[in-house]
C-alpha cells in the first residue's frame, strides 16, 4: 500500500473514530438519562377520579394503588356493584396517567435513540419507541357499566352485629 491509500484509510479511521466516541458519549448520556427518569418515576404518583366523584384513586407511576378515598357519601348514594365499578373505574384512569408519565419521561431518551440507525440482526428497524411503550401493560379496558356480581366475591354468611343487633355482613 502507498501512502496516499495509507492516508485515505487513516482518514476514514479517524472519522469512524470519531462517529464511535459521539455514539459512546450519547449512548452515556442516555444511561444517565434513563437512571434519572427511573429516579424520578419512583416518586411520582398517578391520581384517578370516578365519573361519579365518589372514588379517588393514587397510583405509582407502575399504575399500582397506593392511595384510595372515599366519599363519605358512597355508602348512602350507591349500591355495593356501583361502587366497585367506581373503584375499577378510578384505579383504570389512574394508571393510564401513570403510563402517559412514563411516555413523557421516556419519549426525551427514546428521541435521541432515534439519531442512529439502528438495526435489528433480523432486518427490520429496531423502533425505538416501541420500547419505552411496552414498560407498562396496555390501559385497562373501559369499565363496565352494569357489572354482575361475582359469586365468589359473596359473603360467605350473615351474622348479628353485637352493637345494633342488626343484619352485617361478615366473613371475608
Given at each position: 500500500m502507498?501512502?496516499?491509500?495509507y492516508d485515505q484509510l487513516r482518514a476514514h479511521t479517524d472519522a469512524l473514530q470519531v462517529q464511535v466516541d459521539s455514539m459512546l458519549e450519547s449512548y452515556e448520556h442516555q444511561l444517565r438519562d434513563i437512571a434519572d427518569a427511573r429516579d424520578?418515576?419512583?416518586v411520582r404518583t398517578a391520581e384517578g377520579w370516578s365519573a361519579d366523584n365518589l372514588i379517588h384513586v393514587?397510583?405509582?407511576s407502575a399504575g399500582v394503588p397506593v392511595q384510595v378515598w372515599v366519599d363519605p357519601a358512597a355508602f348512602k348514594r350507591s349500591t355495593p356493584e356501583k361502587l366497585a365499578a367506581s373503584f375499577a373505574e378510578a384505579a383504570q384512569v389512574a394508571a393510564r396517567m401513570a403510563q402517559a408519565q412514563v411516555s413523557e419521561a421516556m419519549a426525551p431518551i427514546l428521541a435521541a435513540g432515534q439519531q442512529f440507525d439502528?438495526?435489528?440482526?433480523?432486518?427490520?428497524d429496531l423502533d425505538l419507541r416501541r420500547i419505552g411503550d411496552s414498560i407498562l401493560p396496555p390501559p385497562p379496558p373501559e369499565p363496565v357499566h352494569e357489572p354482575e356480581p361475582a359469586p365468589s366475591c359473596a359473603p360467605r354468611h350473615l351474622v348479628e352485629d353485637e352493637e345494633d343487633n342488626g343484619p352485617h355482613w361478615k366473613g371475608w
Open positions: 502507498d501512502s496516499s491509500g424520578d418515576l419512583a393514587t397510583s405509582t439502528i438495526r435489528s440482526p433480523f432486518g427490520d
